[in-house]
T-cell receptor, first 115, second 113 residues
């Protein structure tokens, strides 16, 4: 596709439910990033993949958060036992350059609301 | 103290005005400086990217970096209603293992026709 695609665009989850958020990066992009953006805040880094390798997961807030990119293209961010503080927009970004975060293209995000 | 500080605004200006948006940062190891524009319910869109101190111009937009003061700015000339959005500064280290962007909170700009 022409850009980074994320699905679903909106997700409402009951507290305690597991959710899976999908990211389709720009075709051929080796670098993929996940960010979390709370209301009124800037995005905060969660994790980074270079192809299928997860090279940095230092931003994942707890062990309830898990990300994968098994074939080096599509990525899934999974949140187990969701809590209200998980409510945020989850942004995916991709870049054609290894390790490069300076020219990354962002998707529109998935807005997660935990009720 | 957060690594990147940005006044969240909101900032409201008349059409045609010059807009000045600013961020300060605390860590002199930061070397890459970016400005993103984010429309409501959209993802951030890269506007400008600079590496060193000085100015970089692209159309109506000018990015300025002063590493000695740890201060970065974005100027918008002849502002248009379509410039109404949230502007995010983002900063990065260089070198191996430095993958994350550190964002400011964003400044919400409204350009009034």
């Amino acid at each position: 596709g022409a850009g980074v695609s994320q699905s679903p665009r909106y997700k409402v989850a009951k507290r305690g439910q597991d959710v899976a958020l999908r990211c389709d990066p720009i075709s051929g992009h080796v670098s993929l990033f996940w960010y979390q953006q709370a209301l009124g805040q800037g995005p905060e880094f969660l994790t980074y993949f270079q192809n299928e390798a997860q090279l940095d997961k230092s931003g994942l807030p707890s062990d309830r958060f898990f990300a994968e990119r098994p074939e080096g293209s599509v990525s899934t961010l999974k949140i187990q036992r969701t809590q209200q503080e998980d409510s945020a927009v989850y942004l995916c970004a991709s870049s054609s350059r290894r390790g490069s975060n300076t020219e990354a293209f962002f998707g529109q995000g998935t807005r997660l609301t935990v009720v | 103290q957060k690594e990147v500080e940005q006044d969240p605004g909101p900032l409201s200006v008349p059409e045609g005005a010059i807009v000045s948006l600013n961020c300060t940062y605390s860590n002199s190891a930061f070397q890459y400086f970016m400005w993103y524009r984010q429309y409501s319910r959209k993802g951030p869109e890269l506007l400008m990217y600079t590496y060193s101190s000085g100015n970089k111009e692209d159309g109506r937009f000018t990015a300025q970096v002063d590493k000695s003061s740890k201060y970065i700015s974005l100027f918008i000339r002849d502002s248009q209603p379509s410039d109404s959005a949230t502007y995010l500064c983002a900063i990065s280290y260089s070198g191996a293992g430095s993958y994350q962007l550190t964002f400011g909170k964003g400044t919400k700009l409204s350009v009034i026709p």
